[in-house]
C-alpha cells in the first residue's frame, strides 16, 4: 500500500495517512509476516511529523529525495489568511448542498442571522455543474421539512410529487430565490474547503477564514460540507473505520424521444447475443477470458432479474440496460485491447438505473468505479484530472454510442458531471450523541423521520480489517431501517461546532453513507432546536 499513498508524486490525504499508519500499527502488533519492522516504524514516523507540523492540513503531495520520502502541505500555510472582511452571524453553515441550503433556510426562519459558505456550485452534489445527483434519496412517504418544500416549489420550480427530478441551471436559481426570500442569508464562496483556515479556543470554533480574506464569526458553526473538512481542521479525533465503496457515475441524457423509452427497457434488445451480434464478436472469443466470462455470467443474470418501476418524475431498475454497457465495454476489449478499456473494464460496477424523466432530458444514476485512491467531493475533476482520462475519452462516447444503438437514435447525446458521486465516507468524526440501537424504531414518532435500508452495493474491502468492519455494520443494519431525526444527533466534543454530514449517523448503522433526505431533515430539526440560542 506505500507503493500507492506514499509513492512519488502522489498527493494524499491526511485520511489516507491515517489510514495507512494504522494499518501498519496493526500489522505490528499482530505481528503481520513480511511487514518490515524499521521500514513500518520510518513511515509511521513520518506521517506523524507531517501532521504535527501541518495541523489542518487536509492533502499532502510526496516527494522522493536522496533523504527520503517528504511530506509536502497543499492548501495550507502556517501564516494566518489576510482578513478582508468579516462576517458575523447566529449561524455559520459550511457547504452547499441541498442539506446546508435548507438547514441555513430554517435556522434564517426560526430567527437566526445566517452565513453559508460554500465552494462550487449551490446544490452542491445535486447541481448540474456538481455531481449530477437528481435521484434524491427521497424514500416515498418520507417527511420533507417546509423550507425543502419551498425551494424546490418556488426556488427550482419543480412540480408537486416532485423530489428527484432536479432542473439544470440549478446554481443559479438557487441563488435568485435566496435573493428574493432569504435576504439575511449571506452567501460567500470560496475556491476550496480545503484552504479554511478554522480558528479553535476553549470556547469552541472562534472563526473560520476563507482564503480570500472573508473572516466568519458565528454562535454556531455548523460543518455540513459532505467529507467533514471543518471537523478535521478544528482536531476533532478521525475515525478511519469506513466501509470502501465504489464512486458513481451519474450522467445526462439528452434528445430522448418519447419513442426511445420502451426500447430502452426492452431485455431482449439488450440481451447478450444482441450486443455480441452488433459488435461482431462470437462468444467463444468473449469467454477466452476471465473478464469476458464473467460479464457474460452477469449480463445473463441481469436479463432474467430486469425490471422497471415506473413514477411520474422517476424510474428505477434498469438492470439488463446498465449491464448491458458493461457487457458492450468487455466485448469492445475482446475486438481491440486499450488501457482506457482495461482501467475501465477493471472498476466499473454496475447494478441498474434510476433514471429521471423529465421530457427531451433524463439523469441516470449510476455506473461506479472501484478506485485505487480516495476521493473526495467537490475535490476532483472528471474534466481535468488525468485519471479520469479513461471516463471522459472513452466512456463518455461509447455509453453514447450504446444509448444509440438500443434506441436506434442517432441524436442521443451523453453529458458528464464535473465531478462522481462520492457514496461513502472517508473518514468519519464522532458526534457527542449519536443515532444507537434506541433510535431505530419500528414507528417514527416526530414529523421529520426517515427510513432507509444499508446499501453496500458495490463494496470492495480492502483487507481483512474491512471485512470484519463490514459484518459488523451488517449485524448492526440488517433489520431496523427507520429513525426519527434528531438535532442533537449533530453535537461535536467542540462547545458550538457541529457536524451535518456523513458523521451524524455512525458506521455501525449506515455505514458512513451519503443518505441527503436524512441530513436535509436533520438539518431542519437541529434548527428547531435554535442551539445558538441557547450558547449565546
Known amino acids: 500500500m506505500d507503493a500507492v499513498t506514499l509513492a512519488d508524486g502522489a498527493r494524499p490525504y491526511a485520511r489516507d495517512l491515517a489510514f495507512r499508519r494504522d494499518r501498519l500499527l496493526r500489522a505490528l502488533a499482530a505481528g503481520q509476516p513480511g511487514v518490515s519492522v524499521p521500514r513500518a516504524a520510518a513511515t509511521v514516523?513520518?506521517?506523524?511529523?507531517?501532521?504535527?507540523?501541518?495541523p489542518g492540513c487536509v492533502r499532502f503531495a510526496v516527494r522522493a529525495g536522496k533523504g527520503g520520502l517528504s511530506l509536502t502541505p497543499l492548501d495550507w500555510s502556517p501564516r494566518p489568511h489576510h482578513v478582508r472582511?468579516?462576517?458575523?452571524?447566529?449561524?455559520?453553515?459550511?457547504?452547499?448542498e441541498i442539506e446546508s441550503i435548507v438547514t441555513a433556510m430554517a435556522a434564517a426562519d426560526a430567527g437566526a442571522t445566517v452565513a453559508l459558505v460554500h465552494a462550487g456550485p449551490l446544490g452542491g452534489l445535486t447541481a448540474d455543474t456538481g455531481g449530477n445527483l437528481r435521484y434524491f434519496d427521497c424514500i416515498?412517504?418520507?417527511?420533507?421539512?417546509?423550507?425543502?418544500?419551498?425551494?424546490?416549489?418556488?426556488g427550482l420550480g419543480?412540480?408537486?410529487g416532485n423530489w428527484v427530478c432536479i432542473p439544470a441551471e440549478t446554481d443559479g436559481k438557487i441563488r435568485a430565490f435566496l435573493r428574493r426570500q432569504y435576504a439575511g442569508v449571506a452567501l460567500v464562496g470560496t475556491r476550496t474547503y480545503n484552504s479554511l483556515q478554522v480558528g479553535r479556543g476553549a470556547a469552541g470554533v472562534g472563526s473560520i477564514t476563507t482564503e480570500e480574506g472573508v473572516r466568519l464569526v458565528g454562535t454556531a458553526m455548523l460543518d455540513a460540507e459532505p467529507e467533514g473538512i471543518v471537523a478535521e481542521k478544528a482536531g476533532l479525533p478521525m475515525s478511519i473505520d469506513v466501509p470502501n465503496l465504489a464512486c458513481g457515475l451519474v450522467f445526462d441524457v439528452g434528445g430522448i424521444r418519447p419513442s426511445d423509452w420502451p426500447a430502452l427497457r426492452d431485455r431482449a434488445r439488450t440481451s447478450a447475443g444482441s450486443i455480441l451480434a452488433a459488435l461482431g464478436v462470437s462468444e467463444e472469443r468473449l469467454v477466452a477470458s476471465a473478464g469476458g466470462r464473467s460479464a457474460l455470467r452477469q449480463m445473463r443474470q441481469a436479463v432474467r432479474q430486469n425490471h422497471v418501476l415506473a413514477n411520474r418524475t422517476y424510474q428505477l431498475g434498469y438492470q439488463a440496460l446498465a449491464q448491458g454497457f458493461d457487457f458492450w465495454m468487455h466485448c469492445l476489449a475482446v475486438r481491440g485491447r486499450s488501457a482506457d478499456l482495461e482501467w475501465l473494464n477493471t472498476r466499473r460496477c454496475s447494478s441498474g438505473f434510476n433514471v429521471t424523466a423529465p421530457l427531451d432530458q433524463a439523469t441516470f444514476n449510476s455506473l461506479s468505479y472501484r478506485l485505487d485512491r480516495t476521493v473526495l467531493q467537490h475535490d476532483h475533476s472528471l474534466t481535468r484530472d488525468a485519471e479520469f482520462a479513461p471516463i471522459r475519452n472513452t466512456e463518455r462516447p461509447q455509453l453514447e454510442a450504446y444509448l444509440r444503438w438500443v434506441t436506434g437514435n442517432p441524436a442521443l447525446r451523453v453529458r458528464l458531471p464535473a465531478q462522481l458521486y462520492v457514496r461513502r465516507a472517508s473518514a468519519a468524526f464522532a458526534t457527542a450523541s449519536p443515532y444507537g440501537p434506541e433510535d431505530f424504531v419500528d414507528q417514527p414518532a416526530t414529523d421529520l423521520w426517515m427510513t432507509y435500508q444499508m446499501d453496500y452495493r458495490n463494496l470492495s474491502p480492502r483487507d481483512a480489517w474491512d471485512e470484519a468492519l463490514v459484518r459488523r455494520?451488517?449485524?448492526?443494519?440488517?433489520?431496523?431501517?427507520?429513525?426519527?431525526?434528531?438535532?442533537?444527533?449533530?453535537?461535536?466534543?467542540?462547545?458550538?461546532?457541529y457536524l451535518l454530514n456523513r458523521s451524524s449517523v455512525p458506521m455501525e448503522w449506515y455505514g458512513g453513507?451519503?443518505?441527503?433526505?436524512?441530513?436535509?431533515?436533520?438539518?431542519?430539526?437541529?434548527?428547531?432546536?435554535r442551539p445558538w440560542a441557547g450558547s449565546s
Open 85 to 96: 472582511r468579516t462576517v458575523r452571524a447566529d449561524v455559520v453553515v459550511v457547504g452547499g
Open 158 to 160: 419543480m412540480r408537486a
Open 140 to 154: 416515498p412517504g418520507t417527511p420533507h421539512p417546509p423550507q425543502q418544500v419551498a425551494l424546490f416549489r418556488q
Open 513 to 529: 453513507l451519503r443518505i441527503v433526505q436524512e441530513m436535509v431533515n436533520t438539518g431542519a430539526a437541529w434548527a428547531r432546536e
Open 473 to 497: 455494520a451488517w449485524s448492526h443494519g440488517s433489520t431496523r431501517y427507520t429513525w426519527d431525526c434528531r438535532g442533537s444527533s449533530l453535537r461535536s466534543a467542540v462547545p458550538n461546532l
Open 45 to 54: 514516523a513520518l506521517i506523524d511529523r507531517a501532521r504535527a507540523q501541518a
